[in-house]
């Protein structure tokens, strides 16, 4: 884990969640791991009461839970988590979408277009990391142009609890180009400002995302 510094940018149980949050979803915290106040305060080099206060936040969240007799033991997510994100995920990205088709600025679609462009570039070098960022700009992109705040965070904590998933799926069976692709299609329809047309792309474009995923997952 990294050391968490105070400063100007955050408080500092803030900056420990983030911290420990990142390390559960990397998978460096596995499922039944168990948590010790005294450990993370050593490996992260802050005091124990940020620690308190992050694993209560991470509880809430529902990626770690106070076991009698243990402690506090990480849950992490799980396949059937992933599987329900996506399904979730697959009605309220289309509706996000939707709404970006019609509200979107030309600053923002100008944004949405570089990002394909420069997804398209990244194919050419078969840079999946790179590929996997942008992927996030551009989701976070259409999030932020439906201007539906409650939307956008339910959208952007669903993308960053599968951040490990993705990276798997996005190397698995030429799924990068297909994505890109796909992007593509979504970019265009909401250019066209068909809202129709950009809902059903997101929703299918999801769809194929769960699709390619699992089958990484059982292999």
């Known amino acids: 884990m990294n050391k968490v510094y105070a400063g ?3 408080a500092l149980h803030i900056k420990v969640f983030k911290e420990i949050e990142r390390a ?3 998978g ?3 499922p039944g791991y168990n948590l010790t106040e005294q450990k993370l305060s050593t490996e992260l080099g802050v005091s124990r009461t940020p620690i308190r206060e992050a694993l209560r936040q991470l509880e809430l969240e529902g990626l770690v839970t106070s076991v009698p007799n243990k402690g506090v033991v990480v849950v992490g997510i799980s396949e059937k988590d992933i599987d329900d994100i996506y399904t979730i995920r697959m ?4 509706i996000a979408a939707r709404w970006a088709a019609v509200n979107i600025t030309d600053e923002e679609l100008s944004k949405l277009q570089d990002i394909v ?3 398209e570039f990244y194919i050419g070098k078969n840079d999946t990391l790179q590929i996997r960022h942008l992927d996030s700009q551009f989701h976070q992109t259409i ?3 439906s201007r539906s705040r409650p939307l956008r965070q339910i959208l952007s904590q669903f993308h960053n ?3 490990k998933p993705r990276e798997i799926s996005v190397k698995y069976s030429g799924r990068a180009a297909a994505s890109v692709d796909e992007h593509r299609k979504i970019y265009e329809a909401i250019a066209a400002h068909d809202s129709a047309k950009a809902e059903a792309e997101a929703a299918e ?3 194929l995302a769960k699709d390619n995923l699992l089958k990484a997952i059982k292999e």
């Open 117 to 119: 462009e420069l997804q």
């Open 8 to 10: 100007e940018s955050g």
């Open 161 to 163: 609890y599968i951040q």
């Open 28 to 30: 460096d915290f596995p």
């Open 143 to 145: 999030y932020s142009a």
């Open 205 to 207: 474009h999801i769809r």
């Open 24 to 26: 559960i979803l990397e």
């Open 91 to 94: 009605a309220i990205e289309g």
